[in-house]
């Protein structure tokens, strides 16, 4: 994902836009929490869906985010890439390992040693 | 071929059209509009649902456990499975089922045992990896995945491109060089199992399709047992040739059900909508664009129907597969494209199907074969030679 990391309040949500995209929220130690998607039902796309995450967090909570009309396949390949580093998926999450795809990360490498 | 539906088909039509419009509509209307799937219970519900009526796995071939209907009947039954915003890629969101890989219906029998029927209970999925980076089109010519012996059978090393579901699947049929030639002749199909070691999916593949990735696929010494091998050494391209034709007919018509879709919604628009004192409808222009979106969908609609039978009467059906492939997906097109002029800003927003089925179209004019190999596979067929 793109940008860089922006603390998660109201003024931080109110730069961000009503755009289609994905997001993704960490703690201050840098763990991922969760990797979420602005849809088309998305009430105000990324912003109101940050604004909604805001409503429950606690503090010292980061995101970043990244527009895009490919939210959806998008989303399935930063889970994707999450599950191949960490062998499951950000606490938060309400997908299922299982229903993540497998890859590879860094073919070549990791994968030749 | 007669141009009047039996009785029987005019009822299968009534019946599968009353199923789009009363359990698929109301339940898409609360997905994401590029969604590809239902909620899991919406799912199970409908799959019973539709396999009470007797419907279920309508590219399962008779023998296999599939339903009883001929191809002409499928292909009218794809033109209304379609005519909802995800139909065109995803018809009822496959409540409906797939026929699994056409290619392991002629498998051995030790295959079928483990892939095959496994794959018709549900229990296990599958991809079709051909393309590679060096091409798609001519695949037996671009193929440079090389398979070499093994003491116990072959050993797979290269990439495949644009691969669907390869992420997910737990085996998928691979296609290899293992002869000297470089055409047709040396290219071999593998069952490749997705946990043997050096199978790895690379990199995810964004595309038109939000809800559809696809996948690159690298093999790094995989092994596969000389007992994968499907069909023949050297003879890939030769399994399941007459099946994939005949999938390719409601493939396509899949795209004038998307059309007969988007016209009735222009239509209705057209006589709603006012400018200048009065109906769109009303406009010569306007009405131009729906008698041209008409005449695209009853050619379009023909030439399905017409390959259909064709291949229901046992006669040699590769023109007309071409045709009705090539004619569908550029028409379905075309009627997509003008019924969202006729919307004008509203067409363009996301708050009607035109955006989505605009996207996933133009991928139809490419997918399957695109439009000039059908010309080269029809053309091969009126005037005869190889094309090579």
Redesign the interface.
């Known amino acids: 994902v793109g940008r860089q990391w922006r603390l998660l309040t109201e003024q931080g949500v109110r730069t961000v836009g009503g755009y289609l995209g994905v997001y993704e929220l960490r703690e201050g130690s840098g763990e991922v929490i969760r990797i979420g998607y602005a849809g088309s039902r998305s009430l105000h796309g990324l912003g109101g869906e940050l604004r909604e995450r805001l409503a429950h967090a606690g503090p010292d909570i980061w995101f970043r985010f990244e527009i895009t009309s490919a939210y959806l396949s998008r989303h399935q390949e930063l889970l994707m890439q999450y599950k191949a580093v960490h062998a499951r998926l950000p606490r938060d999450n309400p997908e299922r390992p299982e229903q993540v795809g497998r890859l590879t990360v860094n073919f070549g490498q990791d994968a030749r040693r | 071929m007669d141009l009047e539906l039996t009785d029987e088909q005019k009822s299968v039509v009534q019946t599968i059209r009353r199923f789009v419009q009363e359990e698929i509509i109301p339940l898409e209307q609360?997905?994401?509009?590029?969604?590809?799937t239902l909620e899991s219970e919406d799912e199970a519900r409908l799959i019973a649902k539709v396999k009470q009526m007797g419907f279920y796995g309508l590219g399962i071939p008779e023998e296999f456990g599939g339903p009883a209907v001929d191809l002409v009947t499928r292909t009218l039954i794809a033109m209304e499975l379609s005519q909802h915003r995800a139909g065109l890629y995803a018809p009822c969101y496959g409540v409906f089922g797939g026929g699994g890989a056409a290619q392991l219906f002629e498998a051995s029998e030790e295959q079928k045992e483990r892939f095959l029927y496994p794959t018709l209970r549900g229990e296990k999925t599958s991809f079709f990896a051909l393309t590679e980076p060096s091409g798609g089109s001519d695949p037996a010519r671009a193929i440079q995945m090389r398979a070499r012996r093994a003491d116990d059978g072959w050993i797979l090393n290269g990439t495949k491109l644009y691969i669907a579901d390869a992420?997910?699947a737990d085996f998928g049929l691979v296609f290899a060089r293992t002869g000297e030639s470089k055409g047709r002749d040396g290219v071999t199909c593998f069952i490749v199992e997705?946990d043997s070691p050096g199978f790895?999916?690379?990199r995810?593949t964004?595309?038109l399709?939000?809800?559809?990735?696809a996948?690159e696929v690298?093999f790094?010494d995989v092994r596969v047992p000389a007992a994968n091998i499907l069909g023949e050494l050297n003879a890939g391209f030769a399994i399941a040739n007459d099946r994939l034709m005949r999938e390719r007919i409601p493939y396509s018509a899949n795209c004038i059900g998307v059309a007969i879709m988007a016209q009735r919604l222009a239509i209705a628009y057209a006589k709603q909508r006012e400018t200048f004192g009065a109906p769109l409808s009303t406009r010569q222009s306007i009405q131009w664009m729906i008698v041209d979106n008409e005449i695209d969908i009853r050619s379009g609609r023909w030439f399905v129907l017409q390959a259909a039978a064709k291949a229901d009467r046992g006669e040699r059906f590769h023109a007309e597969a071409a045709l009705a492939k090539l004619v569908a997906t550029e028409a379905g097109g075309r009627v997509v494209d003008r019924s969202m002029q006729i919307f004008g800003g509203a067409g363009v927003s996301?708050d009607h199907p035109f955006d989505r089925w605009y996207r996933e179209m133009r991928i139809r004019r490419i997918g399957e074969g695109p439009s000039e190999v059908q010309r080269l596979v029809a053309a091969r067929e009126l005037i005869g030679g190889s094309f090579k």
């Open positions: 609360a997905l994401d509009y590029d969604a590809d992420d997910k997705t790895h999916v690379t995810v964004h595309t399709r939000n809800a559809k990735y996948t690298q790094d996301k």
